[in-house]
Protein backbone atom coordinates (compact mmCIF):
# COMPACT_ATOMS: atom_id res chain seq x y z
CA UNK A 1 0.00 0.00 0.00
CA UNK A 2 1.64 3.32 -1.43
CA UNK A 3 1.11 6.55 1.54
CA UNK A 4 3.14 9.14 2.53
CA UNK A 5 3.35 9.73 6.49
CA UNK A 6 4.66 13.23 7.83
CA UNK A 7 6.35 14.08 10.82
CA UNK A 8 8.29 17.36 12.59
CA UNK A 9 4.99 19.31 13.44
CA UNK A 10 4.65 20.88 16.77
CA UNK A 11 4.42 24.15 18.89
CA UNK A 12 6.89 26.65 18.38
CA UNK A 13 7.47 30.30 19.50
CA UNK A 14 7.22 33.06 16.69
CA UNK A 15 10.99 33.46 15.01
CA UNK A 16 12.03 29.95 15.51
CA UNK A 17 12.18 26.74 13.34
CA UNK A 18 10.72 23.70 12.43
CA UNK A 19 11.81 20.91 10.04
CA UNK A 20 8.82 18.93 8.29
CA UNK A 21 9.35 15.67 6.71
CA UNK A 22 7.19 13.38 4.34
CA UNK A 23 8.61 9.62 3.43
CA UNK A 24 6.49 7.85 0.68
CA UNK A 25 6.64 3.73 1.53
CA UNK A 26 4.97 0.60 -0.37
CA UNK A 27 5.85 -0.14 -3.92
CA UNK A 28 5.97 3.09 -5.97
CA UNK A 29 7.08 2.58 -9.56
CA UNK A 30 8.21 6.33 -9.93
CA UNK A 31 8.06 9.79 -7.87
CA UNK A 32 7.43 13.46 -9.68
CA UNK A 33 6.34 16.51 -8.06
CA UNK A 34 6.95 16.52 -4.35
CA UNK A 35 5.23 19.39 -2.26
CA UNK A 36 3.81 20.96 0.69
CA UNK A 37 0.39 22.62 1.58
CA UNK A 38 -1.32 24.07 4.68
CA UNK A 39 -4.63 24.69 5.54
CA UNK A 40 -6.55 26.84 8.56
CA UNK A 41 -10.08 26.12 9.32
CA UNK A 42 -12.68 27.38 7.33
CA UNK A 43 -9.94 28.06 4.45
CA UNK A 44 -9.17 26.21 1.50
CA UNK A 45 -5.61 23.85 1.67
CA UNK A 46 -2.82 26.22 0.12
CA UNK A 47 0.33 25.72 -1.55
CA UNK A 48 3.25 25.97 0.55
CA UNK A 49 6.28 24.93 -1.87
CA UNK A 50 7.16 22.01 -4.22
CA UNK A 51 9.89 20.51 -5.80
CA UNK A 52 10.02 18.61 -8.71
CA UNK A 53 12.33 15.32 -9.01
CA UNK A 54 15.11 17.01 -10.40
CA UNK A 55 15.37 19.62 -7.08
CA UNK A 56 13.56 22.99 -9.08
CA UNK A 57 11.81 24.31 -5.96
CA UNK A 58 8.74 26.40 -6.48
CA UNK A 59 7.43 28.62 -3.04
CA UNK A 60 4.16 30.49 -2.25
CA UNK A 61 5.35 34.39 -1.98
CA UNK A 62 4.29 34.16 1.87
CA UNK A 63 6.97 31.82 2.75
CA UNK A 64 10.14 32.86 0.31
CA UNK A 65 13.54 33.08 2.46
CA UNK A 66 12.00 31.66 5.05
CA UNK A 67 11.01 28.36 4.33
CA UNK A 68 13.41 25.72 2.37
CA UNK A 69 12.11 22.54 0.39
CA UNK A 70 14.29 19.71 -0.47
CA UNK A 71 14.19 16.04 -1.45
CA UNK A 72 15.87 12.81 -0.77
CA UNK A 73 14.95 10.84 -3.60
CA UNK A 74 17.05 7.60 -2.35
CA UNK A 75 14.95 8.03 0.79
CA UNK A 76 11.47 8.68 -1.31
CA UNK A 77 11.46 11.67 1.25
CA UNK A 78 10.55 15.50 0.53
CA UNK A 79 11.55 18.32 3.79
CA UNK A 80 10.54 21.87 4.59
CA UNK A 81 12.44 23.77 6.78
CA UNK A 82 10.92 26.58 8.41
CA UNK A 83 12.21 29.47 9.41
CA UNK A 84 11.47 32.48 11.18
CA UNK A 85 8.27 31.39 11.61
CA UNK A 86 4.73 33.74 12.59
CA UNK A 87 2.15 33.13 14.26
CA UNK A 88 0.09 33.23 10.45
CA UNK A 89 2.08 29.86 9.61
CA UNK A 90 -0.36 28.00 12.14
CA UNK A 91 -2.05 25.44 9.97
CA UNK A 92 -2.13 21.89 9.43
CA UNK A 93 0.82 20.84 7.10
CA UNK A 94 0.29 17.53 4.24
CA UNK A 95 2.64 16.51 2.37
CA UNK A 96 1.58 15.57 -1.50
CA UNK A 97 3.41 13.69 -4.02
CA UNK A 98 2.24 12.73 -7.84
CA UNK A 99 3.29 9.06 -7.39
CA UNK A 100 2.45 6.24 -9.52
CA UNK A 101 2.01 2.70 -7.22
CA UNK A 102 2.02 -0.56 -8.09
CA UNK A 103 -1.70 -0.84 -7.79
CA UNK A 104 -2.38 2.36 -9.74
CA UNK A 105 -3.03 2.92 -13.79
CA UNK A 106 -1.35 5.99 -14.12
CA UNK A 107 0.74 8.43 -11.63
CA UNK A 108 -1.78 10.14 -9.56
CA UNK A 109 -1.97 12.80 -6.08
CA UNK A 110 -1.26 10.47 -3.50
CA UNK A 111 -1.69 12.90 0.43
CA UNK A 112 -0.46 12.10 3.48
CA UNK A 113 -2.29 12.60 6.83
CA UNK A 114 -1.13 15.91 7.61
CA UNK A 115 0.92 17.54 10.80
CA UNK A 116 -0.18 20.31 13.10
CA UNK A 117 2.07 23.44 13.46
CA UNK A 118 1.03 25.67 15.74
CA UNK A 119 3.45 29.19 16.15
CA UNK A 120 2.92 31.15 19.27
CA UNK A 121 3.02 34.91 19.60
Known amino acids: QVRLVESGGGLVQAGGSLRLSCAASGRIFSINDMGWYRQVPGKQRALVAT???????NYADSVKERFTISRDNAKNTVYLQMNSLKPEDTAVYYC???????????????WGQGTQVTVSS
Open 51 to 57: ITNSGSP
Open 96 to 110: KSLMFGETDIAPRNY
